[in-house]
């Protein structure tokens, strides 16, 4: 750090966040299997939006996206005067920390939670307070006991990455009910479209006051690279939230392609049922090799090994095929793998390299 020149307090405490790697020194078939995203792509009608959309790069975009909340609106049944879009749920959770939370105050989230609560606290100056997790899974009571009176953001992942595990939306309610008057309960959905008649927490969201919900195009949509995401709240915390929103946050391309994306119901269906069955033939090959899981409702799997150094040796037998998965140990989770689900040939490739793999740790 800089003598003089400091950035705010906080920020150097931010250890940077590293994607899932994609690249193996001197291979080129490799399967990247460490950023759950979706192993079909973007889909056809966003594909053929992203090349519609060349055609306007010398036009701002509009300000109010008003279209793709209209459309999501629709897809979702939702009311589109509350919702507000940004470039990946990312950016939401960051205008939720610079809005309401700073120096004094404090974040708080689960245990194994995603790693952007933290960052985004401490680049808005606040305090991240961690809430132990019970077999994996987000804990009610865990959290309702790490509450303060300086708590003023609840972030909890349902479904969660990187453990899988969801809870019922009656504790999600519960969580909301409990919460000190101050504090706002922000449930990310990143996952929500996989877990089978979940809302993500809609329906919470239009009875209370105290309830965000954060969304995204990068996983079911198959639009990582795109950068879309999208938060449905009460008035009032949209209202903050598009303070803190620059007005060209989205570019024609983003919002254009994303439109497209939520209209593509075939790609929508193959990739959902795709998912759910080579989901469960994952994990129920990994259980039969003697590598436990938990019921995953997202598109990976967290496969548990004996130790952190068997997980080391079995994602290092899988690199040396060709599959790159995700270690987890920045999730204080070292003796486990997160599988993204891919096609039907990297699943069996991936069974079939942890299989002999196993047989060697007999
Ligand atoms: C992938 C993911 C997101 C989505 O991030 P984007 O910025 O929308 O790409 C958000 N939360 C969790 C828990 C995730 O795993």
Same mark, same amino acid.
């Given at each position: 750090?800089?003598?003089?020149?400091?950035?705010?307090p906080?920020?150097?405490?931010?250890?940077l966040?590293?994607?899932?790697? !994609?690249?193996?020194?001197?291979r080129?078939?490799?399967?990247?299997?460490?950023?759950? $995203?979706?192993?079909? @792509?973007? @889909?056809?009608?966003?594909?053929?939006?992203?090349?519609?959309?060349?055609?306007d790069?010398?036009?701002?975009?509009?300000t109010?996206?008003?279209?793709?909340?209209?459309?999501?609106?629709?897809?979702?049944?939702?009311d589109?005067?509350?919702? %507000?879009?940004?470039?990946?749920?990312?950016? %939401? %959770?960051?205008?939720?920390?610079?809005?309401?939370?700073?120096?004094?105050d404090e974040?708080?989230?689960s245990?194994?939670?995603?790693?952007?609560?933290?960052?985004?606290?401490?680049?808005?100056?606040?305090?991240?307070?961690?809430?132990?997790?019970?077999?994996? +899974?987000?804990?009610?009571?865990?959290?309702?006991?790490?509450?303060?009176?300086?708590?003023?953001?609840? =972030?909890?992942?349902?479904?969660?990455?990187?453990?899988?595990?969801m809870?019922?939306? $009656?504790?999600?309610?519960?969580?909301?009910?409990?919460?000190?008057?101050?504090?706002?309960?922000?449930?990310? @959905?990143?996952?929500?479209?996989?877990?089978?008649?979940?809302?993500?927490?809609?329906?919470?969201?239009?009875?209370?006051?105290?309830?965000?919900?954060?969304?995204t195009?990068?996983?079911?949509?198959?639009l990582?690279?795109?950068?879309? @995401?999208?938060?449905?709240?009460?008035?009032?915390?949209?209202?903050?939230?598009?303070?803190?929103?620059?007005?060209?946050?989205?570019?024609?391309?983003?919002?254009?392609?994303?439109?497209?994306?939520?209209?593509?119901?075939?790609?929508i269906?193959?990739?959902? !049922?795709?998912?759910?069955?080579?989901?469960?033939?994952?994990? $129920?090959?990994?259980?039969?090799?003697?590598?436990? +899981?938990?019921? !995953?409702?997202?598109?990976?799997?967290?496969?548990? =090994?004996?130790?952190?150094?068997?997980?080391?040796?079995?994602?290092?037998?899988?690199?040396?095929?060709?599959?790159?998965?995700?270690?987890? $140990?920045?999730?204080?989770?070292?003796?486990?793998?997160r599988i +993204?689900?891919?096609?039907? !040939?990297?699943?069996?490739?991936?069974?079939?390299?942890?299989?002999?793999?196993?047989?060697?740790?007999?």
């Amino acid at each position: 750090m800089h003598k003089h020149i400091r950035p705010q307090p906080g920020i150097m405490d931010i250890a940077l966040y590293r994607g899932g790697s !994609s690249k193996i020194a001197g291979r080129d078939d490799v399967v990247k299997l460490s950023s759950n $995203e979706n192993p079909f @792509g973007a @889909g056809d009608l966003a594909r053929q939006a992203y090349a519609r959309a060349g055609h306007d790069l010398h036009r701002y975009p509009p300000t109010d996206h008003a279209n793709l909340r209209a459309a999501l609106a629709g897809h979702f049944g939702l009311d589109a005067t509350r919702i %507000i879009c940004g470039a990946g749920s990312d950016e %939401i %959770i960051s205008f939720l920390c610079q809005a309401y939370a700073g120096p004094g105050d404090e974040v708080l989230y689960s245990q194994h939670g995603f790693l952007m609560y933290r960052i985004s606290a401490l680049a808005a100056g606040a305090t991240p307070v961690v809430a132990a997790e019970r077999d994996r +899974t987000t804990d009610v009571d865990a959290l309702l006991a790490a509450v303060s009176e300086r708590t003023r953001l609840v =972030f909890i992942a349902n479904p969660n990455n990187p453990t899988g595990t969801m809870i019922p939306l $009656e504790d999600v309610a519960r969580l909301a009910k409990g919460l000190p008057k101050q504090a706002l309960l922000v449930l990310d @959905g990143a996952y929500a479209e996989y877990a089978e008649g979940y809302d993500g927490g809609a329906a919470l969201v239009d009875t209370r006051q105290n309830v965000v919900m954060t969304r995204t195009f990068s996983k079911l949509f198959g639009l990582g690279g795109l950068r879309v @995401g999208w938060g449905y709240g009460p008035q009032h915390v949209i209202d903050v939230l598009n303070r803190v929103r620059g007005p060209f946050n989205l570019s024609n391309v983003q919002l254009d392609v994303a439109e497209a994306a939520l209209g593509d119901a075939a790609h929508i269906a193959r990739s959902l !049922s795709e998912n759910a069955r080579l989901r469960d033939w994952l994990a $129920e090959k990994l259980n039969a090799l003697g590598v436990a +899981t938990d019921l !995953s409702l997202a598109n990976f799997v967290l496969a548990r =090994f004996r130790d952190a150094e068997q997980a080391a040796a079995c994602n290092a037998a899988l690199m040396a095929e060709g599959l790159i998965v995700r270690q987890v $140990e920045s999730y204080g989770l070292p003796h486990a793998l997160r599988i +993204t689900v891919g096609d039907e !040939s990297a699943c069996r490739r991936v069974a079939h390299v942890i299989g002999a793999f196993m047989e060697t740790q007999r």
